[in-house]
C-alpha cells in the first residue's frame, strides 16, 4: 500500500489557473481507459458542478454564492496521468466512488506510477460505477513527457463568475 500517495488524495492544498484549459480524461458511461499515474503529487480542488452535462465549477471556498445558498461543493483531486490509448499526458479528476476504487488498486498493488491503470466506467441506477484495476500493459513512458503544473492552472472561480453562472433554478433554495 502507498499510503503517500493515498494521502495526497485526500490533503487540501492551494493553487490558481483555469480548469478549462487542461486536456481532461473523458469517462463517459461505457469507457474504459488505459493510463498511467505521472506524479504522485494531487492538487485538491472543491467543485460545484452546473448543468445537465456536470460542468465542474472550481468552488472559491469563501466568498461563494453557491455555498452560501447551501450547495455543498464535491471534494475533488487533480492529478497528471499519461493516457496510454492517445498517448498524451491529461489531467485526470478523481472523485467520490473513483477515489474509493483507486485507493483499492493502489493498496492492492503498490505506487501507481509504476504500473498502467484501466478505469471503467459504468452506470447503475443513476450513479456512476467505476472499475479500477491494474492493466494488462504496463509499457514504459515516454521520456520526454511534460506535465502540467496544476497549482498554477487550477484557478477557483470568482463570485462574480458563479453568480453569472449559476442562476436561482441551479441553486437550493
Not at 499515474?37 to 469563501?62: A, M, Y
Not at 485507493?103 to 460505477?129: A, F, L
Request: overall charge neutral; hydrophobic content about 30%; glycine content about 6%.
Amino acid at each position: 500500500m502507498d499510503s503517500e500517495f493515498l494521502t495526497s488524495l485526500r490533503k487540501d492544498r492551494q493553487g490558481s489557473g483555469s480548469e478549462a484549459q487542461l486536456p481532461l480524461v473523458g469517462l463517459s458511461p461505457g469507457s474504459r481507459v488505459v493510463l498511467r499515474i505521472c506524479d504522485r503529487r494531487t492538487v485538491h480542488r472543491s467543485l460545484h458542478f452546473r448543468g445537465k452535462g456536470k460542468q465542474p465549477i472550481i468552488c472559491p471556498e469563501s466568498e461563494c454564492p453557491v455555498c452560501d445558498r447551501g450547495k455543498r461543493p464535491v471534494s475533488c483531486d487533480y492529478v497528471n496521468v499519461y493516457d496510454c490509448q492517445e498517448e498524451r499526458v491529461k489531467v485526470l479528476y478523481v472523485c467520490g466512488t473513483l477515489r474509493q476504487q483507486l485507493g483499492k488498486c493502489v493498496e492492492q498493488y503498490g505506487q501507481p506510477t509504476e504500473y498502467d491503470i484501466m478505469i471503467t466506467r459504468s452506470k447503475m441506477r443513476g450513479h456512476n460505477q467505476y472499475n479500477v484495476e491494474k492493466a494488462e500493459t504496463n509499457a514504459p513512458l515516454p521520456s520526454d513527457l511534460s506535465l502540467y503544473p496544476l497549482e498554477q492552472r487550477l484557478k477557483p472561480a470568482t463570485r462574480e463568475e458563479l453568480e453569472a453562472l449559476f442562476d436561482d433554478s441551479d441553486l437550493p433554495l
